[in-house]
């Protein structure tokens, strides 16, 4: 079985509908076709695997995670005590 985003939407042999941009678990036979059809791309670099895009679509795709990245991806460093313990 290989994990897979989809590029297109996409009814498996069950009946189930799947999205655009929802990451699926098929056979090596069914990524095969999926792949002939252009429903999933056959490059290795994914990148980011989570829903693509507006909020909106995110949402109808059942995403509950963050809509875009942190806004300070620095790192924070110490977050614990400042001073001495008196």
């Keep these: 079985m290989v994990f897979v985003r989809l590029e297109k939407d996409w009814t498996d042999s069950s009946g189930v509908e799947h999205a655009a941009g929802a990451s699926v678990d098929v056979d090596a036979a069914t990524l095969a076709q999926l792949q002939a059809k252009g429903?999933?791309?056959?490059?290795?670099?994914?990148?980011?695997v989570g829903p693509t895009g507006t909020p909106a679509d995110m949402k109808a795709q059942g995403w509950v995670g963050p809509t875009a990245p942190p806004k300070d991806t620095k790192p924070q460093g110490w977050v614990g005590p400042t001073g001495a313990d008196a």
């Design 39 to 48: 429903i999933v791309s056959d490059t290795e670099a994914q990148g980011w």
